[in-house]
């Protein structure tokens, strides 16, 4: 999802639901993929009492746990004079509005010393409505009490009854945003307890009978390891648990993995040339335990600069190649999150990630074939309106998803662009010689024609084109296209079109206006007025930079335009964009070295501020003091490979060497992170994996822009617009 559009979409709108997205469990806590506090904690204290806290949130234990790897450590002083608090917030992301419903909540403690039943902390809970409940015993909930081991604890919801009321009331267990855990009653003195697998329980889930599981694959890299195994029923089976040894007699449980989520485990073990075993077991949702599966075996290995490259190209492709919804083969908007939902900009993206999977085999071409005839197919019977496609669209049934409310039922013209960009691409990489591969072109050029780009100006005189419209509301959200942003590539695609164009001249009535609606647009979002007038001009950080708002804005507006389109051959009267995004992203890296900020983590490694999802949700992050809370993006230093080849080397190496602890994972680098907050995403995003495929194959081999600039069309948009220059 883009910035721009978040502006002004986000404050209006709220998600629609649809009911036939599969529901995930609400957990409060299973793991916490930082090694020092749980982000979604907060911790206080009145004083005599006291309780335990890295920087007012819990810490995490790590080396006892109920599931593996981690559990929270509640070590607390009570005080009849004092009191204490622990908060456990419901971690929420983007798509994750299905839960399922349960009438219980559930915790696993593990209780050390001279500690008593009696002791334990009271615990409530907090919903949605923000009306007080009563607190209840945890030590009145427990079949047994023995220390040094693990307790389950399970209160039925309707215990928990609001202060003032005798009566308990139907608790809707998804509209529980946190769980409150304080001071038990009695029990002065020193305590220290451990909790983990916080979450809504349902009662009628009951035991189930799991058949021993099979790893199918397990293939080492140079510090960490895949596992994969088939796919497993989400309602039988509660996790995948792992188990590694290193002397193939030991085995140790090292994770557990939603089948909910993937069939595939990431093992970061940050030790190249050792050799491990692994076997798994299934989990139910009660959670007895299956027999372990057959062990297999990999030993990690160095490994060199192109091989690193490679690896990081192929964990992100999985991403729209195993993660793409079934029906349509598209990528969704991320993972975890909405099952049925497909992205079409990050879709786009994922075509030319699907070419590299092709291009360097980790796939057949049978296969890339076989996927795109799906993607037209899907495309071809699909929602579009006037030609372009909408924001979401529904994978199982092809319409519309109006995820950001009423108004966003329509036309996506820059979802579209992005859509296209990817289409033409995959044009080009398919042969004129095979019957079917070409019959696909054929359908792809129907697709590319049928587009009213002309249509998005709204009116015939018009300066602009516009980004939505509504076969319901019209053009109620009303937001021109105005650069310098990530919509470059709508108004070249729009010029480009051999049947719906617009005339070239709008590239400079449009996306590059210098009127006083633009200068007021640009000025506006970039809270300056350096670069307002499309040009810029001045220097940062001792880089003059030619076009930008500010110094020029989050690393983003360098890529999604330029995934196809060949920086080093679009220019204008201004500038070479290849030059322009080079300097965009050394003025980014300079800003992260030089840290302005004092943020934890920032240096020649670590650097890349763009769009991204962040402690405190999706933000375009860019290099300013006010735009900037301390949290990067993998895809924004690595993404910028052919701006900053060096740079974004030491980062790569930096990410996946220092920080693959907490930041590697099934599909790669994960979205992001802030070392300042101790937080990490995690989700992988549609919009930001694909990048890092195909801006290191740009880099590589130059792959997807040799591609997109041999389409008949894209050459004559820029022939066109070499021969105009700005009306004065």
Not at 251 to 275: C, H, N
Not at 546 to 575: A, I
Not at 704 to 712: C, E, I, P, T
Request: proline share 5%; aromatic share 14%.
């Amino acid at each position: 999802m883009r910035p721009a559009a978040i502006i002004i979409i986000l404050l209006i709108f709220s998600p629609v639901l649809r009911a036939q997205e599969p529901e995930y469990h609400q957990v409060f806590f299973d793991n916490s993929l930082m090694n020092d506090s749980w982000f979604y904690s907060t911790v206080s204290y009145k004083e005599p009492s006291f309780i335990l806290n890295v920087e007012g949130r819990l810490p995490v234990e790590n080396t006892i746990s109920f599931t593996p790897g981690n559990s929270l450590e509640l070590n607390y002083s009570s005080h009849e004079k004092g009191d204490w608090e622990a908060i456990l917030k419901f971690p929420q992301w983007r798509g994750k509005d299905f839960l399922k419903a349960g009438d219980h909540l559930s915790l696993w403690i593990y209780v050390t010393g001279k500690t008593q039943q009696e002791h334990l902390p009271q615990l409530s809970i907090i919903l949605e409505d923000e009306k007080d409940r009563e607190y209840i015993a945890l030590g009145d909930h427990l079949n047994s009490f023995k220390i040094n081991t693990w307790l389950h604890v399970k209160i039925p919801l309707y215990h928990f009854k609001i202060s003032g009321e005798t009566q308990p009331l139907k608790i809707d267990s998804r509209k529980i945003l946190q769980v409150l855990l304080k001071q038990p009653a009695q029990g002065e003195g020193d305590h220290k307890i451990f909790i983990d697998q916080v979450e809504i329980y349902n009662e009628e889930d009951s035991q189930t009978s799991l058949n021993r599981p099979e790893i199918n694959s397990v293939k080492a890299y140079e510090r960490h390891v895949d596992l994969t195994w088939e796919n497993v029923d989400p309602e039988l089976v509660r996790y995948v648990k792992i188990y590694r040894s290193s002397n193939n007699k030991d085995f140790l449980p090292v994770g557990i993995q939603s089948p909910m989520e993937y069939s595939r485990f990431v093992d970061y073990t940050g030790v190249p040339g050792k050799a491990y075993q692994y076997k798994i077991s299934f989990l139910a949702n009660d959670y007895s335990e299956s027999s372990l599966s057959a062990p297999m075996s990999a030993t990690t290995r160095e490994m060199n600069d192109e091989e690193l490259l490679e690896m990081v190209q192929e964990a992100a492709f999985r991403y729209y190649w195993e993660g793409g919804e079934p029906n349509s083969g598209l990528a969704r908007e991320n993972i975890p999150g909405r099952k049925d939902m497909i992205a079409t900009g990050a879709s786009g993206f994922g075509l030319m990630a699907l070419v590299v999977g092709a291009e360097r085999n980790f796939i057949s071409r049978e296969d890339f074939v076989s996927r795109i005839g799906k993607i037209v197919s899907f495309i071809e019977n699909g929602d579009t309106f006037h030609g372009a496609l909408a924001h979401f669209m529904d994978g199982p049934s092809g319409k519309v998803e109006p995820f950001f409310g009423k108004y966003d039922d329509g036309a996506d013209l820059v979802e579209t662009s992005f859509f296209m960009q990817g289409l033409l691409t995959v044009e080009q990489y398919l042969s004129e010689t095979d019957p079917r591969e070409n019959e696909l072109r054929k359908r792809i050029s129907q697709i590319w024609e049928k587009v009213e780009w002309d249509w998005f100006r709204q009116h015939e005189d018009s300066p602009f084109l516009y980004w939505h419209w509504s076969p319901e509301h019209e053009w109620h959200i009303n937001h021109k296209l105005i650069g310098w942003n990530e919509t470059l590539i709508t108004y070249f695609l729009a010029i480009a079109s051999p049947t719906h164009p617009v005339s070239p001249e709008m590239y400079y009535s449009g996306w590059a206006s210098q009127d006083t609606i633009a200068q007021n647009y640009r000025s506006n979002w970039g809270r300056t007025f350096e670069g307002s007038m499309f040009t810029n001009q001045e220097t940062y950080y001792g880089i003059s930079l030619e076009v930008g708002v500010g110094n020029g804005g989050p690393l983003f507006f360098t890529h999604y335009s330029f995934l196809g389109l060949d920086p080093r051959k679009m220019e204008d009267e201004y500038t070479n964009y290849f030059e322009n995004n080079s300097n965009i992203s050394l003025i980014n890296y300079r800003y992260c070295c030089e840290n302005p900020g004092n943020y934890e983590g920032y240096g020649p490694g670590s650097w890349g501020l763009t769009a991204s999802d962040g402690p405190w949700g999706y933000k375009a992050r860019e290099p300013k003091e006010d735009m900037d809370d301390g949290t990067i993006a993998p895809t924004g230093a690595i993404s910028s490979f052919p701006y900053t080849p060096q740079e974004s080397m030491a980062a790569l190496k930096h990410f996946y060497r220092e920080y693959g602890s907490f930041l590697w994972g099934e599909y790669g680098f994960r979205d992001a992170f802030n070392l300042s907050q101790d937080w990490t995403a995690n989700i992988f995003m549609g919009l930001n994996q694909a990048p890092m495929v195909v801006m290191i194959e740009n880099h590589r081999s130059g792959l997807l822009w040799d591609l997109f600039m041999k389409n008949g069309d894209v050459q004559q948009a820029i022939d066109n617009l070499k021969k105009i220059r700005k009306k004065e």
